[in-house]
């Protein structure tokens, strides 16, 4: 038995409900040896169905407030979610030389995604629709491509980026639905920003355990990180509550939302 092969054979399963099976029985590594490491591939594309085709950002399809529109909000979460079971199932099954603690987390994180995956497909399935019916885009997992090079890049731009990125958008993202008549949508996205916080507090504490042990100052970092894979500064608004709740540091939402006097305090040591 190895968590490593285990969480191999989920990353690559195509069937999205035989994927949340096998992510499910992770949860038993939880009282186990988590076993011996494996080899580690590069993975261009995790196991998926045929549909969603992917397609570019700019390509997705564009979602109004249309009852449609509003199906096709729906359908776009689940396949972040779906995504996102992928994501950490990666982080697992990459990095295989963190400390043991690391891999309980992220066995924690990939159980809590295949449930949300489930909720949302389960809803989707409720209104007569499927996922795979609408265009998807693969920016999550292209992050994923990027950062598999260092454990630390992935904790610094997985979890306290992209996943927190949603803590910054599931409110307005609630207040729609709650005005619609998908009220259902409410309660799932309840579940799922409870759990995110969770999932971004995770990222947060490896993300600051490898600075320390490296002695790299955590903010010029994710700073330096963020111009080599993203480009350009993060855009708010910023969820600061929530933010501070997933154990973002002051320093760490300063330099978020003025980024400016990082660089300025960079040019004048």
């Known amino acids: 038995m190895s968590l490593f092969k285990d969480s191999y054979y989920a990353l690559t399963c195509d069937d999205p409900n035989e994927k949340v099976l096998l992510t499910k029985k992770l949860i038993k590594y939880q009282k186990k040896e988590i076993g011996p490491t494996c080899e580690v591939k590069k993975i261009l594309s995790p196991g998926r169905p045929l549909k969603p085709k992917l397609v570019s950002f700019n390509g997705a399809p564009k979602r109004d407030k249309s009852d449609l529109g509003m199906i096709k909000n729906i359908h776009a979460i689940c396949h972040i979610e779906f995504n996102a079971i992928n994501l950490a199932l990666d982080a697992i099954y990459r990095f295989q030389n963190m400390p043991h603690q690391y891999y309980l987390d992220w066995i924690k994180v990939a159980t809590e995604e295949s449930y949300h995956f489930s909720l949302l497909k389960e809803h989707l399935e409720q209104l007569d629709y499927h996922y795979g019916d609408f265009d998807a885009h693969n920016g999550l997992w292209q992050m994923s491509i990027d950062t598999d090079y260092d454990v630390l890049a992935r904790m610094a731009l997985v979890p306290?980026?992209?996943?927190?990125?949603?803590?910054?958008?599931?409110?307005?993202?609630?207040?729609?639905?709650?005005?619609?008549?998908?009220?259902?949508?409410?309660?799932?996205?309840?579940?799922?920003?409870?759990?995110?916080?969770?999932h971004v507090k995770i990222g947060n504490y490896w993300y600051r355990y490898l600075c320390n042990k490296r002695g790299i100052d955590p903010v010029q970092t994710f700073d330096e990180l963020i111009k080599k894979h993203i480009g350009s500064n993060l855009r708010g608004p910023f969820n600061i509550e929530a933010r501070l709740l997933s154990d973002f540091s002051r320093d760490e939402l300063e330099y978020l939302e003025h980024p400016e006097r990082l660089e300025l305090n960079q040019s004048h040591p």
Do not use: C, N, Q
């Open 160 to 198: 306290r980026v992209l996943e927190a990125r949603g803590l910054d958008v599931t409110p307005s993202i609630r207040k729609k639905f709650s005005g619609s008549k998908f009220t259902r949508m409410v309660h799932i996205l309840d579940i799922i920003f409870e759990d995110e916080i969770g």
